[in-house]
């Protein structure tokens, strides 16, 4: 697994799922889109390089801007941190890993002249990307090696696709009303999934596609073993009521959440094929128990993502660890970033998105995306499996409110 009314920060429909509400470091939104947005998505995107999970905090007082988890890293970056584990005293080995990238450029997508735009996802070989595009009749966008491919249209509002694959089958879902319904793109063809409700946020290599199904933020997590086929749900664990499928390995592990309804905090869950699922144990950090796990990829046996932990046992009170685990012996380890999302590729570069700027994680080594045009605010939506390749836009403030260039990082 590696992404109606106008929207100026594709965070803002991603809001309610896993905080329901509480407050972090600030950060630059459009609030009267993501309260518009905010009862309708909440999904975690399964890029080229991983799922992000972005939540709604709080409106800062004075500033109409809304209060976003771990985006800004003014401090010099950390060198790595000792591995965690479930227990605290055994460490998770560190697999070698090349140097970091090197020659690494910048460059602003095309569309058509439309001047807000965002890249939601990227295939493993970084030929392709999704986005979208603002104050244009059809809002979808496709690129391929760096230029426009097609505009496939999806009916309903607020259409996005959240993942593509190297053949260039794309998926996605957009809002009949007030329920959402998902899609593919293949073939230049645009067609429904089978199923009503439902949200498409993955698809590997394969053409096997994961999801959800339900009302918003009721769901519960489901499947289609190709873009023909009938849903199938998979299965929650006892007590369990609530969960989705948010990305999806090459091997047809799934990865995704589960949770108990209410204010239960979501942790992580995967389904392995042809095995019983597990929920991810919930790591130990500097000898305090996380309350949850909520990953962002999947990628050649590791899950990465970020442990949350109560302050103080108040719920409304929370800190991040950003970790990534080994599925083969369950250990987790620390990542010198705290920032999300953490995209895997295949060779155990990580990229991160501190929204001063991306970083690629190298085993001790981070190397530093660059800027486009004196811009200083960045979400990342996409890593190449060879990690050469990365994807995002900016979130800096125009006259407008927040202006969005999608960009491309290419390195050598």
């Not at 992000?52 to 500033?63: D, K, P």
């Not at 080994?326 to 990229?351: F, K, M």
Request: glycine share 12%; proline share 7%.
């Amino acid at each position: 697994m590696r992404g109606g009314d106008e929207m100026t920060d594709e965070h803002a429909v991603r809001l309610l799922r896993p905080l329901r509400g509480e407050p972090e470091e600030p950060s630059r939104i459009d609030v009267p889109r993501a309260m518009t947005e905010g009862r309708k998505r909440r999904a975690l995107r399964r890029w080229s390089g991983g799922v992000a999970l972005i939540a709604l905090t709080s409106v800062t007082a004075g500033g109409g801007t809304l209060a976003m988890s771990a985006l800004r890293d003014e401090a010099p970056l950390p060198a790595p941190t000792t591995a965690v584990s479930v227990t605290p005293s055994v460490a998770a080995a560190v697999p070698a890993v090349p140097a970091g990238p090197s020659g690494c450029e910048v460059a602003r997508l095309p569309t058509d002249g439309v001047k807000k735009a965002l890249v939601t996802a990227g295939d493993p070989s970084g030929r392709y990307l999704a986005g979208r595009v603002y104050q244009s009749s059809v809002s979808t966008i496709i690129w391929k090696d760096g230029k426009i491919f097609a505009r496939p249209r999806m009916t309903g509002g607020d259409p996005s696709y959240e993942d593509i694959n190297t053949s260039g089958v794309a998926v996605g879902s957009a809002f009949i009303g007030e329920r959402q319904q998902a899609y593919v793109f293949r073939d230049g063809r645009v067609t429904a999934l089978d199923g009503q409700r439902t949200r498409a946020n993955a698809i590997n290599e394969a053409g096997v596609i994961v999801g959800a199904m339900g009302e918003v933020l009721e769901t519960v997590p489901v499947r289609w073993s190709s873009p023909g086929a009938k849903m199938e749900r998979l299965p929650l664990p006892a007590g369990y009521v609530e969960g989705q499928a948010d990305g999806i390995a090459e091997n047809g592990t799934v990865v995704g959440s589960i949770s108990k309804g209410g204010t239960d905090v979501p942790t992580a869950y995967l389904w392995p094929p042809g095995g019983a699922g597990y929920a991810m144990p919930l790591p130990t950090v500097k000898g305090v128990k996380a309350s949850g796990f909520w990953a962002e990829s999947i990628n050649d046996g590791w899950v990465a993502g970020r442990a949350v932990f109560e302050e103080d046992g108040k719920r409304g009170s929370r800190r991040f660890e950003s970790l990534r685990y080994r599925i083969a012996d369950r250990t987790y380890q620390s990542l010198p970033v705290n920032s999300y999302p953490a995209l895997l590729a295949d060779n155990g570069w990580i990229l991160m998105g501190p929204q001063a700027g991306p970083v690629v994680i190298a085993g001790s080594g981070v190397t530093e995306l660059p800027r486009y045009a004196r811009l200083k605010e960045y979400v990342i939506s996409s890593f190449s499996a060879d990690g050469r390749v990365a994807a995002g836009y900016t979130t800096d403030l125009d006259d407008e409110g927040v202006g969005n260039e999608p960009l491309l990082w290419t390195c050598r």
